[in-house]
């Protein structure tokens, strides 16, 4: 099983990246999928999930109405758009998958499968 993010990079504050994950080895469709992020110095926090079928999503009160999840379960992939980036916003970003079917946790902990990260720089 093997989860590969991609998409990161350096942009100016204010300025859009998306990423994206996509998911190898076996089959995600029943089990949510989030993005985490952590920042030098920082704990893993949270950032966004979407359901098993996408249909609900969640996101960390500094992110809503900036970024946005979104998944496609017949290629096996979540991505994440983020608009209006901020300095704050600067951190390795990870993609997950939950341990558990049919349930959308927000705690890192409630996930199993990680990407390798990657790096979103926002400068200001």
């Known amino acids: 099983v093997q989860l590969q993010a991609s998409g990161g990079g350096l942009v100016q504050a204010g300025g859009s990246l998306r990423l994206s994950c996509a998911a190898s080895g076996r089959t995600f469709t029943n089990y949510a999928m989030g993005w985490f992020r952590q920042a030098p110095g920082k704990e893993r926090e949270f950032v966004t999930a979407t359901s098993w079928r996408g249909i609900s999503t969640y996101y960390a009160d500094s992110v809503k109405g900036r970024f946005t999840i979104s998944r496609d379960n017949a290629k096996n992939m979540v991505s994440l758009q983020m608009n209006s980036l901020k300095p704050e916003d600067t951190a390795v970003y990870y993609c997950?998958?939950?341990?558990?079917?049919?349930?959308?946790?927000?705690?890192?902990?409630?996930?199993?499968?990680w990407g390798q990260g990657t790096l979103v720089t926002v400068s200001s």
């Open positions: 997950a998958v939950a341990a558990e079917m049919f349930r959308t946790p927000t705690r890192a902990r409630e996930y199993d499968h």
